[in-house]
């Protein structure tokens, strides 16, 4: 029987990680120091057979992370992040220290026992997408937060690690990813943000005039992915992007999921100079090397969301 660690699986991302590897009968271990994450978000696989421990502690705690790695994983995926591109500008020497030198941490530990990794990236490290093109894994550089600027030092790190020490890496970089378990409150992703705001009738603010775009993820899209490629041969020492393919601007989205445009108003920016102004995702690698496609639409994404969200106020 398999056995793998999630960083961060107590996130977002990291608990549907969790639960698709569970339904896959492979032994779950997962460390999170709830920097953003929740204990609520595993509380459904308490018990689980598979669910052999959940560490809550920080993976800069190197000690904790050499005995936590005893365990001699299968696979490691690495989510643990400091994630938020407002905080990362106030405090850069935090995103530093827990994605740089937390991905250190992990991938010394894999290096001592040869385990394989799969480091999440982000969409954040590209270039503005051109008018005529999505965004491919040879689109430009430019990182435009520390939040950016310290995955990518981090998957430049590992992509060392690959070479110098034949580490088996894959390195994951979904778009813009949204469903349910997101935080909706003003750290949240913008879906989750808008759908909440829409649900208790309050104003969904669009920062600056709304005309930046985002690709959009559905959250069990993005794990199918990761998952597929943690498996795949072919996808160790390469990037690979995933993304729905198609862009919506903000203010579209707000007007996709707001019944009343009157609760859609445009506030100033927090950080213009860190915004992409277009994102979209050119996914051809992801689907030729591992046969993977989105199959959740935008509409159906958000309607998952909006059912997920009310019945969290009905259960609250
Ligand atoms: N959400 C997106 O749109 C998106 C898109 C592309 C990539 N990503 C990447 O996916 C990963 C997961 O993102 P998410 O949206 O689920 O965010 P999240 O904040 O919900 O998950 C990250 C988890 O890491 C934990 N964590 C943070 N610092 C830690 C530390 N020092 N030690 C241990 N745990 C720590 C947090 O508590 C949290 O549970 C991140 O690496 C992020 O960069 C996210």
């Known amino acids: 029987m398999k056995k793998a660690l999630v960083t961060g699986g107590a996130g977002f991302i990291g608990r549907w990680l ?5 339904d896959e009968n492979v032994q779950v271990w997962v460390i999170d120091n709830l920097d953003n994450g929740k204990e609520a978000n595993l509380a459904e696989f308490k018990g689980h057979p598979l669910m052999k421990e959940t560490v809550f502690d920080d993976i800069l705690n ?19 992040a400091q994630i938020n591109v407002h905080e990362s500008l106030a405090n850069p020497k935090k995103a530093y220290e827990v994605n740089v030198m937390g991905t250190y941490n992990v991938l010394e530990e894999c290096r001592a026992k040869g385990t394989k990794l799969m480091l999440m990236g982000t969409c954040m490290v590209y270039d503005v997408a051109h008018a005529d093109g999505a965004i491919g894994e040879k689109h430009p550089l430019k990182p435009a937060s520390p939040y950016a600027g310290s995955k990518l030092a981090a998957e430049i790190l590992a992509e060392s690690y690959h070479h110098a020490y034949g580490l088996p890496i894959v390195t994951c970089r979904p778009f813009n990813t949204y469903g349910p378990f997101q935080k909706s409150n003003l750290e949240g992703g913008v879906v989750s943000v808008f759908v909440k705001n829409s649900l208790n009738g309050e104003f969904l603010n669009v920062h600056g005039d709304g005309s930046q775009t985002r690709d959009l993820l559905y ?14 041969e072919k996808a160790v020492g390469q990037v690979l992007n995933a993304g729905l393919g198609k862009d919506i601007s903000v203010i579209g989205l707000a007007r996709m999921i707001s019944p009343d445009p009157g609760k859609i108003r445009l506030v100033p920016h927090h950080h213009p100079n860190s915004e992409i102004q277009k994102l979209v995702c050119d996914y051809s690698k992801a689907r030729a090397l591992l046969n993977w496609e989105p199959k959740v639409t935008l509409e159906s994404g958000i309607r998952k969301l909006r059912q997920w969200l009310q019945n969290q106020c009905v259960s609250a």
């Open 18 to 22: 969790v639960k698709r590897l569970l």
């Open 219 to 232: 959250v069990e899209d993005c794990v199918e992915f990761i998952h597929t490629a943690s498996k795949s």
């Open 62 to 80: 190197r000690d904790r992370l050499q005995t936590l790695f005893r365990e001699k994983f299968d696979m490691v995926y690495h989510l643990a």
